[in-house]
C-alpha cells in the first residue's frame, strides 16, 4: 500500500520545457520569465502590481519595510500562524502584538484585533490560515484606523472574499511557492502584490537592491530577485491553478468533517484540518492506514522560545492555547486519486467510530 503524503509537489513537462528553456537561453536572472510571472500572477489575483521574490518570508519582510514599519513599531498578528508571519515584524526592528483566532473559522479575530491598536500600530497582518479567507471587518479596521494591512496569503492561492480573491484584498500581499503550496516554483519562492499605486514603485525597487531605472539604490534594501528559471516553472503553473483549486475543493467536498468556511467566500484548502479531541490516536490511525498527517501549529507563536522576552510571552489567548494542538493536517492536495480520497474518508469515518 503506497504512502499518501500531505504534498505531491506538481512536475510535468511542460516545466521542464520552460526550465531548461531558460537554461539554454543563457538569462538566468534580471530577464523577461520574472516580468511576464509579475504581470501574469497580478492580473490573476486582481491587483495592480506584482513582483517575484525569494521566498514567502522575504515577501513578508520586504511588505514590511515597504511600509516604512520599523524600530518603535506595532504589527498586530495572530498567534495561529506559521513562525514567519511573526518573525518578520521583529527582523525589521518593530514588535509583533499577538491576538487570538476566531473559534469558528481559525483566522485573526478582528475584535481582537481592534481592541490592540494603539499609537504605535503601524499594520495589521491578516493570515488566511490554510487558505480560509479572513474577516472583512479587517479591511474596515485599517481604514478606519489609518494603517495598512498586510495579507499573509502564502496559503491562500485562488483564496476568494466576496469577489476579491488573496492578494488584492489589502494595501500588499505575500505569497509563498514553497513545494507544499497550492502553485509552486520548482523550489523556494514567493510573490509581493499590492493594491495601491504609490507602494507599486517601491515594491518593485525594493527586491533589486533599491535600484532605481537609473541603477541607483534611492532606498535601503537588498536581492530579494527570484531566478529565470523558477518564474518560468510558476507561468506554467499559473495555466493549471485554478484547475488545481477546483481539485481541492472537489476532494475537500469528499472529506467533509465539519470544517467551517466563511460566508461569501472561497477556500482554497491549502490544508485541510480536523479539530480533533485525540489528534494522537487520530494520526496514528490516518498512519496505519498509510496516509500522512500532522498537527498545525502546536505551539502558537507567541509561546515559542524566540519569543521568550516578548511580554506575550505568558499571555493566555483563550482559542488559540484550546486549538492550536490539537488541528490535524490530512491530505487534500489535487494529486490524490480517487482510491486514496475514499481511503482518507474510510479511516476518518472508522476514527470518528472508535474515538
Known amino acids: 500500500m503506497q504512502r499518501i503524503p500531505l504534498a505531491r509537489p506538481a512536475w510535468d513537462e511542460a516545466m521542464r520545457d520552460a526550465a531548461l528553456k531558460v537554461l539554454d537561453s543563457g538569462r538566468w536572472v534580471k530577464g523577461p520569465e520574472n516580468q511576464a510571472f509579475a504581470e501574469e500572477f497580478a492580473h490573476w489575483c486582481g491587483a495592480i502590481a506584482a513582483t517575484p521574490c525569494h521566498n514567502g518570508s522575504a515577501a513578508l519582510i520586504a511588505a514590511l519595510r515597504i511600509l516604512s514599519i520599523g524600530p518603535g513599531d506595532e504589527v498586530i498578528v ?40 494603539n499609537k504605535k500600530t503601524k499594520a495589521v497582518i491578516g493570515v488566511h490560515l490554510f487558505g480560509q479567507a479572513f474577516s472583512p471587518r479587517l479591511r474596515e479596521i485599517c481604514d478606519a484606523n489609518n494603517i495598512a494591512l498586510i495579507e499573509d496569503a502564502a496559503q491562500a492561492h485562488g483564496t476568494e472574499l466576496e469577489g476579491k480573491r488573496a492578494g488584492s484584498i489589502g494595501d500588499i500581499a505575500c505569497f509563498s511557492f514553497f513545494p507544499s503550496k497550492n502553485m509552486a516554483v520548482g523550489g ?33 534594501a537588498t536581492n530579494l530577485r527570484m531566478s ?29 468533517q465539519g470544517t467551517k468556511i466563511r460566508p461569501n467566500s472561497q477556500h482554497s484548502w491549502h490544508q485541510y484540518c480536523i479539530l480533533s479531541e485525540n489528534p494522537s490516536i487520530l494520526i496514528n490511525e490516518l498512519s496505519a492506514a498509510g496516509i500522512d498527517a500532522k498537527i498545525h501549529y502546536p505551539t502558537p507563536c507567541h509561546r515559542q522560545a524566540v519569543f521568550a522576552n516578548h511580554h506575550q510571552h505568558g499571555t493566555i489567548l483563550p482559542v488559540t492555547d484550546d486549538i492550536a494542538s490539537r488541528l490535524v493536517a490530512v491530505p487534500v492536495h489535487p494529486g490524490l486519486n480517487q482510491e486514496e480520497v475514499e481511503r482518507i474518508v474510510t479511516t476518518l469515518s472508522s476514527a470518528k467510530e472508535t474515538n
Not at 525589521?92 to 481582537?112: H, K, L, M, Q, S
Not at 503553473?237 to 472537489?250: F, N, P, V
Request: charged share 25%; hydrophobic share 45%.
Open 228 to 256: 529565470e528559471v523558477q518564474a518560468a516553472i510558476g507561468r506554467v503553473q499559473l495555466k493549471a491553478i485554478d484547475e488545481w483549486i477546483s481539485k481541492r475543493r472537489k476532494n475537500a467536498t469528499e472529506i467533509n
Open 78 to 117: 495572530p498567534s495561529l500562524t506559521f513562525i514567519a508571519t511573526a518573525t518578520a515584524v521583529s527582523l525589521v526592528g518593530a514588535t509583533p502584538v499577538f491576538v487570538d483566532v476566531e473559534r469558528d473559522y481559525w483566522c485573526i479575530d478582528p475584535a481582537e484585533a481592534e481592541a490592540a491598536i
Open 188 to 220: 523556494e519562492g514567493g510573490m509581493i502584490t499590492t493594491t495601491r499605486p504609490d507602494l507599486a514603485e517601491k515594491m518593485l525597487r525594493f527586491v533589486n537592491h533599491g535600484r532605481n531605472d537609473a541603477l541607483e539604490s534611492v532606498e535601503l
